[in-house]
């Protein structure tokens, strides 16, 4: 065999079940390999929808998703998505074709050092520069990628190495052990936990990534603490919990900001500072802190550790129940937030105004949502509004980048959730500007079987940067935001899609529940009325945490 079939032999140990690429020049061996083996290639119609595939399918089942491109531009396009799944926290193996060895020396076309490049937005990286080390380096590659904190790796593979004989093996897969915690530092956030009035369990990405979900519901519900999540976080804790504060993470004061102001401990489990910086909860470095998670605290001088409890989440979070001693109510003051809260969340359950208010799109869409239905969110304006007001009953059901936080990933990220959970509803919720920036893998999608809807925030602007310059320079006060858009019904139709236009708020929930119930692709367009975004900014300024 060549070097290009022990690569997929490799692959197939790994249990990969899709590699999403291009097909390119320097890669037909790999390509070829591929046509004999029982992994599927899915063929995108750009990389960085590929890469984005891979980095939702990774996110969504711990286990590495794979793109392929070929060398020079295909291997650029990949960098978006690769650099969203790094930051991000999604394993995520990344395959490029290269010129040859006997190139490389030399002035070449379409040749780029795709080591060096991808170095800063991976864990790691390596070309094969001979035959035999092919099993080591997938092997080390799916293994860096899968552990803790999980990210991108890049394999480069030179076409002359690609077709070089060789014979081999995949290696064994070890097993990873878990790491606990030390007793001291049990002890220490025991203690600490013990002795705080009115603490605070702040719940990020990490502990989805752990499955700890029951245990930190478990652990909120006996010590009485109330737990707010990171956009990331969501569904770690269902969202109908009696001490469930839902999401933070906003530019602008909310509600849960008063709740770190009264708080005189936070919890942080699983937790990643690239979620939402400490400097916005704790500026000034003065809430102690009990960090819980599989590795140490990153360093910031706003999070500053007084106990730092690392090791396997749900061990960690039972054996500080066994010595906590916590007896009192959970504070006043956050379970009055909750209420508040939800108060400004069912206001608009019966807003009929057009454009529709996104608080009242995004209602509307989780009532037709199941509890397990998955959402994806792309990045724009809308995706504000979706982590203050889509709610989760359980982790993984609403996916958010806020690591990278990279337009155009809800379409392909949509298809590859779809992949994964076949019999969920998936609805892919973006912007017209990010709509606009993958739509094709909507064709994509229809020829590999993915039935999913896409909900377009129509604006015909970048309204999150609209919204960004009227707060810095004034009400009104914008420039170079606005566009034009094609026919979104049109479009979806001529690509053999359902296409729906929303005329009225009563038609939202219909619309919707018709889409969901096509055997191929639907966009729903959808005007939204943007002006919520000035209007929730002046609310936050003049929000007042008395209780």
């Known amino acids: 065999m060549n070097t290009a079939e022990l690569l997929v032999q490799c692959l197939e140990n790994e249990g990969v079940q899709y590699v999403f690429g291009l097909p390119g020049e320097e890669n037909l061996h790999v390509l070829e390999a591929l046509k004999h083996s029982s992994i599927k290639f899915i063929t995108t119609r750009h990389e960085q929808g590929a890469a984005f595939m891979a980095d939702v399918y990774g996110r969504l089942t711990g286990k590495a998703g ?31 074709g290269q010129v ?4 490389m020396h030399i002035e070449s076309h379409q040749y780029l050092d795709l080591v060096a490049m991808f170095a800063p937005v991976t864990k790691w990286n390596k070309q094969i520069v001979r035959p035999s080390i092919t ?26 190495i690609a077709a070089m004989p060789v014979s081999g093996n995949p290696l064994r897969k070890d097993n990873i052990e878990k790491t606990y915690a030390s007793f001291a530092s049990i002890r220490a956030a025991a203690a600490a936990i013990s002795q705080a009035v009115n603490p605070l369990i702040l719940v990020g990405n990490g502990a989805i990534r752990a499955q700890a979900s029951d245990a930190v519901t478990q652990f909120a519900t006996q010590m009485n603490i109330p737990v707010v999540n990171t956009f990331m976080g969501k569904g770690v804790i269902p969202y109908t919990h009696h001490l469930a504060l839902w999401a933070v993470g906003l530019q602008q004061r909310d509600f849960i900001t008063c709740g770190f102001d009264n708080t005189d401990l936070v919890i942080a489990i699983g937790y990643d500072l690239i979620e939402f910086s400490p400097k916005k909860w704790n500026p000034d470095g003065k809430i102690p802190i009990v960090h819980i998670g599989l590795n140490a605290a990153e360093i910031d001088s706003s999070y500053i550790p007084h106990a730092e409890v690392v090791g396997d989440i749900t061990d960690s979070l039972y054996e500080i129940l066994k010595l906590a001693d916590r007896q009192g109510k959970p504070n006043p003051f956050a379970i009055s937030l909750r209420g508040n809260i939800r108060a400004d969340y069912e206001q608009y359950a019966h807003d009929e105004g057009f454009p529709i208010k996104p608080q009242k799109l995004i209602y509307d869409l989780r009532q037709v949502m199941g509890p397990d239905d998955i959402a994806i969110s792309d990045v724009g304006a809308h995706k504000m509004w979706m982590a203050r007001h889509y709610h989760c009953h359980s982790p993984n059901t609403c996916i958010i980048s806020n690591g990278f936080a990279a ?8 298809l590859a959730a779809k992949l994964v959970h076949p019999t969920r509803k998936v609805v892919a919720v973006t912007g017209d500007g990010g709509f606009m920036m993958n739509c094709q893998e ?12 896409t909900i377009i925030f129509n604006d015909g602007g970048y309204g999150l940067i609209e919204w960004k310059q009227e707060n810095h320079f004034g009400k009104g006060n914008s420039s170079f935001v606005h566009f034009g858009n094609p026919d979104f019904v049109k479009l979806a139709e001529s690509m053999g899609l359902k296409g729906y236009r929303v005329e009225s708020t009563l038609d939202l929930i219909p619309t919707l529940k018709e889409a969901l119930a096509q055997d191929v692709p639907a966009v729903i367009d959808c005007p939204v009325d943007y002006r919520e975004n000035s209007r929730f900014t002046q609310k936050a300024g003049e929000l007042s945490c008395a209780l």
Not at 68 to 91: E, F, I, K, Q, R
Not at 100 to 103: A, K, L, M, N
Not at 407 to 414: D, E, F, R, S
Request: aromatic share 2%; with cysteine; proline share 9%.
């Open 100 to 103: 040859g060895t006997d190139r």
């Open 66 to 96: 794979v793109c392929l491109s070929t060398l020079g531009p295909g291997a650029t396009n990949l960098m978006t998505g690769v650099a969203d799944a790094n930051l991000d926290g999604a394993p995520l193996v990344a395959i490029t």
């Open 407 to 414: 337009m155009g990933i809800a379409i392909p990220g949509a």
């Open 442 to 453: 909507l064709e994509t999608a229809l020829r590999v079987g993915t039935p999913f809807v």
């Open 135 to 160: 099993p080591e380096v997938v092997r080390k590659a799916f293994k860096r990628s899968q552990s803790e904190k999980p990210g991108a790796v890049h394999i480069d593979l030179p076409e002359n």
